[in-house]
Structure formats: C-alpha cells, structure tokens
C-alpha cells in the first residue's frame, strides 16, 4: 500500500469550448520526497504556482466535495460539500442501485461539478466506493453520471479506500503512541487498518505507516436494512454486534494482540455522532469534533444513551437529526464490535478521511512540500 495512487484523468475532461466537466491539466511534476508533518499550516501557497485541487467520494450513504489550495505543510480548504443521498438503498436486497437515488446522485453531483467550476479546480480524483462495487449496474451508473452530469468517477477497489483512509487520517494519531487501529465504518463497507508509528520529518502530512489492513462488506445502511434501525431493542443490537464480530474475526486475530501503547483512531458519521452527543453540542459543530478524545467508558455511556431514546429522540437530536436516526444504532453495533476485538482504552475521533486522503496523495505526487 506504499504506492501512490494515479491521480490524473479523473474529470470528465472537455477543454475550454467544450461541454461538460472539468479540463485537467496536469500539475508540474518534482521529485518526491518522504515528507512529514502537520495537517494544518499558517504559511499559504503562491498564488498561481500549484493548482486548485478537489477531492470527491462519492459513497453508500454520502456524497462530499472538498476544494483545496496548497499551503506550506498541508492544504487550506476553500470549499466544501456534503449531502446525504442513500446511494446504497436496497442493493444489498436488489443487487442495483436504484432510480431514485440515482436521481439524488445526479442531482448532488451537479452541484460538486459547479462548486468546482466555480473555485477554478484543475486537478481532481473523484471517487466511487461500496455501493458502486457492490452493485451489478455500478458500470452503468458510471457511465449515466459522465454523459448527465459531465464528471468521470472512479471506482476504487478496498484496499485504496482503506490507504486513502490511513493517509487522511494519520495527522490525527498521538506522536507518543505506538500506532492506532484506525476505522472507517461506512454506509457499505467499513475498512480496518492497524498502524505504525509515524516518523514525523520534513514537510507536509505524514505518511501512515500500514502494518495490516481489512475492509468488511458491512456498513450502516447494510446493517440497518437488515436488521432494523428505527426500533432497536438489545436483543437485536447484540445480534448486529455478534455479525461484525464473525466478519472481524480473521483480522482481528492477525493484528488483536500487543495493543500496549496504542489507541483507536475513527473516522465515520458513527465516531462524530457520538462525540457530538457525549459533548452535548446544540448543533454540531467540527471543530469541537475533530482530534477529539473519547475514554472507554464514555463511549459506553453514549451508546446506551442512544439504546435508550426512542426513534423520535434521535430525530430531534441536533448531533443525529432525521437522516440518521435510521442508521445511528447500526453505526454504533459496528463500532461496538471493534472495541470488543481491539479493546483500547482511547479513541480519537476525526472528521477527516477519504477526501483528505485523496487530496495529501495528489499534492505528494505533484511535490508541493518538497523542499527544492
């Protein structure tokens, strides 16, 4: 997982004169270098001297945009996007995905394509995960968002969702632990990476170090389609927990033991929730959020909150709200069953990752932190 993802032709690319999408063209290219650092950095970049970059994931539940500029170690984020468009919805029953959340989709994306036409974007990787491999018309899908809305999505397989994960979220592990389990737990799939320390040298973001990773074909809206997510009783909760449980098993036995030294690091709408809802926030709000921490004991806490409001507690949550009220519970079995197999006393909690992740791989590959 050493090696840098292709981060070129990714937009629907009609030039200047054309008709759709985003003409790319490709950033200068300098020799990289290992380079370290923090996410967030007072210096910014020349203006003109690198290109306005966008980052797209394009997942089961959620559709979310970023725009960001170089800056001296990391990147400054100039726009933004997200929106909940159940992409996912029943194809874990129907194997498709369906006309109205390719609707939702259509409509979500148009507005990343203007947001990014607007910013004056000429670099960007646009991804496509669970939903679309899972789906048996994820190509076609593909196809019908090139010619309707002009932007070209990838597909990316587990194992680049899972990289892309470690590298958004690295910045985010204590520089005196011995790594982090990271997660990711999604709308189809979550993926598990247990991590080195990181060697902090140079500049820019630091790299993770990925000593093991796995990606489960589970996911919130998988799990809450299955099993139910507006009534929850505890019977049913731990029978959600007991299948992720099988599913960690193999992993978890692998890469389980020695955790001395380390701390769980998440990243998903589950970790933020509950953070939001132990912080009791009035509406949520990401910079009380992100790099949070969260003891053992006080996730504990938050869950059996959460088993004990009623459906229309969760809705009028300001840190839940109506279109996750469905999916919170099943969030929470997920993240249950990974404290079981990886028992660390602390998590942190980070509201960054795939779109980060994609943005540090093309600003690496394009040698914007180099020192030359």
């Known amino acids: 997982m050493d090696q840098e993802a292709d981060t070129t032709g990714l937009l629907g690319t ?19 270098h290992a380079d370290t650092g923090a996410m967030a950095a007072p210096a910014t970049a020349a203006p003109g001297r690198w290109p306005t970059y966008a980052a797209l994931d394009l997942g089961t539940n959620n559709c979310r945009l970023l725009v960001a500029r170089p800056t001296g170690n990391g990147f ?40 990014m036409r607007a910013r004056g974007v000429t670099r960007a990787r646009l991804i496509a995960t669970e939903a679309c491999r899972a ?14 809305v002009g932007l070209d999505l990838e597909i990316v397989d587990r194992r680049t969702e899972a990289e892309l994960a470690a590298t958004g979220c690295t910045p985010l592990m204590d520089p ?18 247990r991590l080195g320390r990181s060697v902090v040298a140079g500049r820019g973001p630091p790299k993770p170090v990925i000593e093991g990773w796995v990606s489960l074909p589970v996911g919130v809206v998988t799990l809450a389609e299955r099993f139910g997510g507006v009534t929850v009783d505890r019977g049913t909760f731990d029978d959600m ?17 020695d955790l001395g030294g380390l701390h769980m690091l998440g990243t998903s709408g589950t970790v ?4 939001g809802v132990h912080l009791a926030l ?12 969260l003891r053992a004991h006080e996730i504990t806490a938050v869950i059996d909150r959460l088993m004990a409001m009623s459906y229309q507690d969760r809705v009028d949550n300001p840190c839940i709200g109506g279109e996750r009220a469905d999916l919170v519970l099943a969030g929470c079995a997920i993240l ?10 602390r998590l942190r909690v980070a509201d960054r990752g795939l779109r980060e992740g994609i943005l540090v791989k093309m600003m690496r590959a394009d040698g914007v932190w180099d020192r030359g």
Not at 16 to 30: D, F, M, Q, S
Not at 183 to 190: L, V
């Open 241 to 257: 927990v007991a299948e992720v449980g099988r599913a960690l098993a193999d992993f978890s036995g692998r890469h389980g033991g």
């Open 282 to 293: 009035p509406r949520y709000d990401r910079r009380r959020v992100d790099g949070c921490w």
């Open 14 to 32: 009609t030039c200047p004169g054309g008709t759709k999408g985003v003409c790319e063209h490709p950033a200068p290219r300098r020799p990289e």
């Open 76 to 115: 400054r984020v100039i726009d933004a996007f997200s929106r909940i468009i159940r992409l996912g919805e029943g194809v874990s029953r129907s194997g498709r995905i369906g006309e109205a959340a390719i609707g939702r989709a259509v409509e979500a994306l148009a507005v990343c394509r203007d947001k």
């Open 336 to 345: 249950e069953a990974i404290r079981r197999a990886f028992p660390c006393p």
């Open 272 to 275: 933020t929730t509950i953070a």
């Open 176 to 193: 005196g632990s011995r790594g982090a389990i990271l997660f990711d737990i999604g709308g189809g799939s979550s993926e598990l990476v």
């Open 135 to 148: 789906a048996e018309n994820g190509a076609d899908f593909q196809s019908r968002i090139r010619d309707l």
